[in-house]
């Protein structure tokens, strides 16, 4: 399928996910539906640098809170000045994803000649000292937290976060688009590489660093932009909670338990994780919660390791976990299935 | 007319031990170089010197006129020099096709040359059923035996359209007639105009293939020249056979 048609499918879908929440007629719905949408696009940026190129980020709580206090620091300074509040959401937005794309390029500098754990420990450390910049911070509210007000209600839609649900919807449809272009294009098959064996991608002529540099930052710069609407959201900005490691776990979590090649694992994966916890918060309790995320994630890593895109493709090709190469099956030739000779293509 | 490949007094050190010594070595274009030396005697760091993998402390590298001392390794493959590895490093999550493809996108791309989709897929193919891998175009590099391995590293060194190829032992564990399909391929590039560098521990297939012979035996050349003067060199019959 072409992008601009999958484009218009994903509007089409995001269309109708929109209009069930309004007919269920409950603002409760976009509420805990905002959160959900929310972890969409965490997931699936998480997923351009730990699934598709390998790297391991436990930093997703500081990319997150970084776009939320830009938000922050804006409000701030138009209330310091006495300007009217006239920022629109998406604007602040941009900025958001600015800031966190370029703390995102700077983490690549810092961070990526460092492998494996010692990666994940060093965006570890990343979001301890961005948090201890931030609560140092006076100007955002320091420890103490800032209050954000937001409006009631906004034109068009009546109920204020019915526009941030919305907000949020087209983003995590932009981020699935992007994921979904990157994974197809050469700038994928480069990512793919550098996961496999980053000498033998540098030896077949793959800048492996300035790739690696392109997923630090557009992942950052799409984690920042999830958080930018996040102080309207919840009204009062708290470093602890907005830097939580809940965030870092729940992003790695939802990619590995829907499949971490495809753009579509990490949907499946946050929407259902994402819906799980929502559900589990307002009829057990709140805690349950990352209980929860341990438990499926022990399950998923025990019994079906390449997620829940693993085992359709497993259960489609009756033919062990052979999904991870089938990345490209949407580009074989009808020949070149046939040259296959004794393995037939599942259809896919 | 200075050569290909120029390498003056090239040394290389882990920690104590000296890997490579004082190494210099002029290739010239076209040539067909045999590569030989006991197990550890540095052959492979020799390559891996030369390509980018690792920097050599001493010493200089020049490839087509230009020093290349501490030029990351991509960029040495985009100015036509490829290798393929001792030990096969697939690209594991590609299929064979999609792991020739990386370097027609990447290192003939960035040469400025720009094929068509279509190309590229034919290309890939083509490549494939030059080093007789057609059949498991759609497979992944893990159900390739290790033989099989090796002739996939080799087309993917091949599909970076190099001036100077280094094959690194790509014939150990492969049959007479697949040494012989192999050897005729590396010929066939050669007369294609690229300078083949042939790393072996197969005598016969060194032997037949190269025009030029050098050993390197702990880290330093003892022999370099016309490959049955060389295997007379009393030196290196002594490495090879003992005193």
């Known amino acids: 399928m072409r992008t601009p048609s999958f484009l218009i499918i994903a509007l089409l879908v995001g269309g109708l996910v929109f209009a069930a929440a309004l007919a269920v007629g409950n603002d409760y719905v976009f509420f805990a539906g905002y959160v959900v949408l929310q972890y969409v696009v965490l997931s699936t940026a998480?997923?351009?640098?730990?699934?598709?190129?390998g790297y391991v980020n436990f930093g997703t709580g500081a990319f997150f809170a970084i776009g939320a206090y830009s938000t922050v620091a804006v409000y701030k300074l138009i209330e310091n000045n006495e300007l009217p509040h006239a920022v629109p959401i998406p604007v602040l937005m941009l900025i958001g994803g600015f800031v966190s794309g370029l703390i995102g390029l700077g983490m690549g500098y810092l961070t990526l000649r460092l492998r494996g754990a010692f990666f994940s420990i060093a965006t570890l450390a990343l979001a301890v000292v961005l948090e201890t910049l931030v609560v140092n911070w006076d100007f955002v509210g320091g420890s103490r937290g800032a209050y954000v007000l937001r409006p009631e209600t906004i034109a068009y839609l009546g109920n204020y976060v019915r526009y941030l649900f919305l907000i949020m919807l087209l983003l995590a449809i932009a981020s699935l688009v992007i994921a979904r272009l990157i994974e197809r294009s050469r700038l994928g098959f480069g990512l793919?590489?550098?996961r496999d064996d980053e000498l033998a991608a540098e030896a077949s002529g793959v800048p492996t660093l300035r790739l690696k540099l392109i997923a630090t930052t557009l992942s950052g710069a799409l984690m920042g932009m999830a958080g930018a609407p996040f102080p309207y959201y919840i009204a009062y900005l708290q470093p602890d909670s907005t830097f939580a490691l809940d965030y870092a776990v729940n992003s790695i979590a939802m990619p590995l338990i829907g499949g971490?090649?495809?753009?579509?694992?990490?949907?499946?994966?946050s929407v259902l994780?994402?819906?799980?916890?929502?559900i589990i918060t307002v009829t057990i309790s709140s805690a349950v919660n990352l209980l929860l995320v341990g438990v499926v994630l022990v399950a998923f890593v025990i019994v079906a390791p390449n997620g829940i895109v693993?085992?359709?493709h497993k259960y489609l090709q009756h033919k062990g976990d052979d999904f991870v190469g089938r990345r490209h099956a949407g580009l074989d030739a009808p020949e070149a299935a046939a040259d296959a000779g004794a393995t037939p293509e599942a259809p896919s | 007319m200075s050569g290909l490949l120029q390498i003056d007094n090239l040394s290389k050190r882990f920690g104590g031990f000296v890997a490579l010594e004082n190494i210099s070595l002029d290739v010239a274009g076209g040539e067909r170089l045999g590569l030989i030396g006991p197990n550890g005697s540095g052959k492979s760091t020799l390559v891996n010197c030369i390509c980018g993998t690792l920097r050599n402390e001493q010493g200089s590298v020049r490839f087509d006129g230009r020093a290349i001392d501490g030029m990351p390794a991509h960029r040495r493959t985009h100015l036509g020099l490829a290798r393929s590895f001792q030990l096969p490093r697939p690209f594991v999550s590609l299929n064979l096709v999609d792991n020739i493809r990386i370097p027609l996108l990447y290192t003939?791309?960035?040469?400025?040359?720009?094929?068509?989709?279509?190309?590229?897929?034919?290309?890939?193919?083509g490549l494939l059923r030059e080093v007789g891998l057609e059949a498991k175009a759609r497979q992944l590099p893990r159900d390739l035996t290790q033989v099989e391995m090796r002739k996939l590293e080799l087309a993917r060194a091949m599909a970076a359209e190099p001036k100077l190829l280094i094959a690194d032992e790509a014939m150990a564990g492969l049959t007479h007639s697949e040494i012989e399909d192999i050897l005729a391929l590396l010929v066939r590039l050669n007369e294609h105009g690229v300078t083949v560098i042939l790393i072996e521990h197969i005598m016969s297939a060194v032997m037949s293939f190269s025009r030029r012979l050098v050993v390197l035996v702990s880290g330093k050349k003892i022999a370099d020249g016309k490959p049955d003067e060389v295997m007379r060199n009393p030196e290196v019959e002594r490495a090879y056979l003992g005193q």
């Not at chain 1, 998480?46 to 190129?53: H, T």
């Not at chain 2, 003939?108 to 193919?125: F, P």
């Open chain 2, 108 to 125: 003939v791309a960035a040469r400025g040359t720009h094929h068509a989709a279509d190309y590229i897929e034919d290309h890939c193919h």
């Open chain 1, 260 to 269: 971490t090649s495809t753009w579509i694992g990490p949907l499946i994966g």
């Open chain 1, 46 to 53: 998480w997923n351009i640098l730990g699934g598709y190129c």
């Open chain 1, 192 to 194: 793919a590489t550098i």
């Open chain 1, 310 to 312: 693993g085992l359709v």
């Open chain 1, 273 to 278: 994780l994402g819906s799980l916890q929502q």
